[in-house]
């Protein structure tokens, strides 16, 4: 059983272009959280999908963008990017309808801003 | 907004000696808590959780916590520490009722020392 899966691995981009991250869920999952984790500290929750749409959204700004497809996957989108969005993202996987279940992490990507 | 503290970045500790990692949180309803530890360059990996059953839990690689709710804690124990419990070690809360965001704390960096 695949877990969950993110890619790229690593990613470096100049200030002020677009990036895209991407996320499978672990099979039979069908919610998609993604976190921004800054070097030193704890992940912080960016947002969340079910069912295609945005259920949840932290404190990021309008630059954070995302989209859920119908089979579950994720997609994480930054514009306009910023020194300051140099962090590991993290994308986690869980069943909504589930209160209390745990979240499955996947690697992560690393994205250097330069 | 729920949150969680943990004290003391960075924890070193004698291979065989007690580790403990300290987790408050702020809630006045007892929150879903969790443990997650982060090895280097890697996701986020499920330790153990807390829903609302038994107040002492019992994770992976042996650990456990207990719940203490006059105390707003859940605290992390292993007996005895080995060589690979060298990693980094999060506590995180999920309130209760559907919002389904994990708030981490910033983390317990272990060092377990030969």
């Known amino acids: 059983d695949a877990g969950v899966t993110q890619s790229p691995t690593h990613l470096i981009k100049t200030r002020g272009q677009q990036v895209t991250l991407r996320c499978s869920p672990k099979s039979g999952h069908d919610t998609v959280s993604w976190y921004q984790q800054a070097l030193g500290q704890g992940p912080q929750f960016i947002f969340q999908y079910y069912e295609e749409e945005e259920r949840q959204r932290g404190n990021f700004p309008d630059r954070f963008s995302g989209h859920q497809f119908p089979n579950y996957s994720s997609e994480l989108n930054v514009n306009a990017l910023l020194l300051g969005d140099s962090a590991l993202y993290l994308c986690?996987?869980?069943?909504?309808?589930?209160?209390?279940?745990?979240?499955?992490f996947g690697q992560g990507t690393r994205l250097t801003v330069v | 907004a729920q949150s969680v503290t943990q004290l003391g970045s960075h924890v070193s500790v004698s291979e065989g000696a007690l580790v403990l990692l300290r987790c408050n949180y702020s809630s006045s309803v007892p929150p879903y808590l969790f443990w997650y530890v982060q090895y280097p360059n890697q996701g986020l990996q499920l330790l153990l959780k807390?829903?609302?059953?038994?107040?002492l839990v019992k994770g992976i690689n042996g650990f456990e916590a207990e719940f203490k709710k006059s105390e707003t804690s859940f605290h992390l124990t292993k007996p005895s520490a080995h060589m690979s419990d060298a990693a980094e070690y999060f506590c995180a809360v999920k309130p209760r009722g559907g919002n389904n965001r994990l708030a981490f704390g910033k983390g317990n960096q272990v060092v377990v020392i030969p």
């Open positions: 986690a996987s869980s069943l909504i309808p589930r209160e209390g279940t745990e979240a499955f």
């Open positions: 807390y829903t609302s059953a038994a107040t």
